[in-house]
């Protein structure tokens, strides 16, 4: 059976609003991740953590206890930025940042990254550049198109990318990519399945026949989690639309039987 990668965005229910507006939501991201770890020993399933900077630096505790576990602790950036509108030089900023403190934190190095909003689009692929000067592996692709992100004629499988076009494969490469798991219909393109909202919205069937697909072409599946997806209690946000709060109430019934029925551990694990 092939083993799958488990990944979990960690940061609070707010960090998709703009930074400065944070200090004024009361966090949950501790007692949510705690249920969330919980579930993971449970199945004996171990994940990367995509960490925000921003997260570790006031839960150290947290942070330490994850890695005790086994997990890994990748990268999301300090300040959940949206990389479709930052510079070379403040998304650099942002990433060193994240990586310093993860690191002081994890005490281990950090080989990953994951893109805040899976914001790599065909017009902003200079962020492989600098990801390659600090990383071993990159998360974000998700080769499918949604309103809000998507590369829909991306790779579909994890590949090191080529020096030239991060979007090509070059078996020498000098970084791997896993994109976010998708389910391939004929005539109408790739369906999202990896976590998060879809989880939430499509039928477990759906969720559980992309992964084998997937597996049955010989590939890991990569798949994610926040920790709010599974917090029926997520507070109200006025910003937020209706795709955050879908599905709540079913979404651990849901992510408990994906866990039952498939194998999974951490990107590190899997792939190196
Ligand atoms: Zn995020």
């Known amino acids: 059976m092939i083993q799958n990668m488990m990944s979990v965005d960690l940061e609070d229910y707010y960090c998709d609003l703009p930074f400065h507006t944070w200090n004024k939501f009361q966090s949950r991201v ?3 991740t ?3 770890l919980d579930l993971f020993d449970r199945y004996k399933i171990r994940a990367t953590f995509f960490t925000l900077g921003y997260i570790a630096e006031k839960h150290p505790e947290l942070i330490k206890e994850i890695v005790s576990k086994g997990h890994e602790i990748s990268s999301h950036g300090y300040y959940h930025m949206d990389l479709r509108s930052m510079t070379k030089d403040s998304f650099e900023q942002d990433l060193v940042k994240s990586l310093e403190i993860l690191r002081t934190i994890g ?3 950090v080989l990953g990254f994951r893109a805040p909003f899976f914001s790599i689009s065909e017009n902003n ?3 492989f ?6 990383l071993k592996y990159d ?3 998700f080769p499918t198109k949604t309103p809000l992100y998507g590369i829909s004629h991306a790779i579909r499988n994890p590949y090191m990318i080529s020096n030239e076009n991060p979007l090509k494969e070059e078996l020498n490469g000098p970084l791997l990519e896993i994109p976010m798991a998708t389910l391939r219909i004929p005539f109408l393109g790739n369906l999202p399945i990896a976590g998060g909202f879809h ?3 499509w039928p477990t069937s759906l969720l559980k026949l992309g992964i084998a697909k997937i597996n049955k072409s010989g590939f890991p599946a990569m798949i994610y989690i926040h920790p709010k997806d599974l917090d029926p209690h997520m507070p109200r946000v006025p910003e937020y639309a209706w795709h955050y709060y ?3 109430d079913n979404a651990t019934k849901k992510f408990e039987s994906l866990l039952k029925n498939f194998r999974f551990s951490s990107v590190r694990e899997v792939m190196f």
């Not at 550049?129 to 600090?134: L, T, V």
């Open 34 to 36: 705690k249920t969330l």
């Open 129 to 134: 550049e600098i990801m390659k000067k600090y």
């Open 246 to 248: 879908w599905g709540l």
């Open 139 to 141: 998360s974000s692709i």
């Open 199 to 201: 989880l939430r919205f």
């Open 107 to 109: 005490g281990e190095k």
């Open 30 to 32: 501790v007692m949510t």
């Open 125 to 127: 692929l200079w962020v």
